[in-house]
């Protein structure tokens, strides 16, 4: 899978070279490019960003760089690419989202900064591919790099290969709608604290269905808006 990433921070993305994803991009199986913004600036200032029109507060993303590097970008690739812009103003990202993007054989994200990017960009990118305004949640980020961070993550830990033993990747939180049982490992007791006895009984029919009851208790008390009314 290849992800390309434009962002005037691109040093943000330095951390993609390690643990997990750094492993899947050495071996081949993630070819992630990161791109800088300013690259595609002509003035001496390398200027990204300029004043809203209709006034308001704060700088926008102004629509020329961001043209070039679509451009660059969408000229040596073979499909059309899906462009993920984060944004507090997307629709939510979810585990479903991250299963889906991570068949596709081309993701761009964006990283807009300021008060956004020229709205124009969206509607050219829309020409290139299909374009996905994405929000992590209801709180606002001062730009689209962590963002894009936390869905190259998600996205990518989905790809076949990246994690080694797919069977991991079913019994986590939010793969069945429902939050994950409690995990615990040797020794059976620690501090005064026990492991729950059925986990130490042997009884696999026993242990699948106290994991379940725990699944739904903590989503209830949890993330009562997960499950069904
Ligand atoms: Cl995707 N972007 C920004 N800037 N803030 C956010 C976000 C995204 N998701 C939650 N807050």
């Known amino acids: 899978m290849r992800i390309d990433v434009v962002s005037i921070f691109p040093a943000f993305f330095d951390v993609l070279e390690v ?20 690259e595609h600036t002509h003035d001496r200032h390398r200027t990204v960003d300029d004043t809203p029109y209709g006034g308001g507060a704060g700088m926008v993303m102004k629509p ?16 059309r ?23 596709l054989p081309h993701l761009v994200f964006g990283c807009g900064r300021y008060e956004g990017i020229d709205e124009r960009v969206f509607s050219y990118a829309a020409t ?7 929000s992590l949640g209801d709180y606002v980020l001062n730009g689209g790099e962590v ?20 069977a991991s990747l079913v019994e986590e939180s939010h793969e ?3 939050l994950e049982y409690p995990s615990y490992t040797k020794p059976s007791s620690w501090r005064g604290y026990d ?26 008390e949890r993330r009562p808006d997960l499950l069904p009314d």
């Open 64 to 79: 020329e760089p961001w043209g070039e590097a679509l451009d660059a970008i969408t000229a040596d690739a073979g499909e």
């Open 19 to 38: 643990s997990l994803l750094g492993k899947a991009r050495g071996a081949g199986l993630l070819d992630i490019r990161v791109h800088d913004l300013r």
């Open 81 to 103: 690419p899906v462009f993920v812009f984060p944004s507090p103003a997307g629709e939510r990202f979810t585990q479903a989202q991250a299963r889906e993007m991570a068949q």
């Open 147 to 166: 963002a894009a961070m936390a869905m190259i993550e998600a996205i990518g830990r989905l790809v076949p290969g990246v994690v080694g033993n797919p």
């Open 128 to 134: 290139l591919g299909d374009v996905r305004l994405v």
């Open 176 to 178: 069945d709608g429902l």
């Open 195 to 220: 492991v729950p006895p059925v986990l130490l009984s042997g009884n696999h029919g026993a242990i699948a269905g106290w994991r379940r009851e725990q699944q739904i208790e903590r989503t209830r």
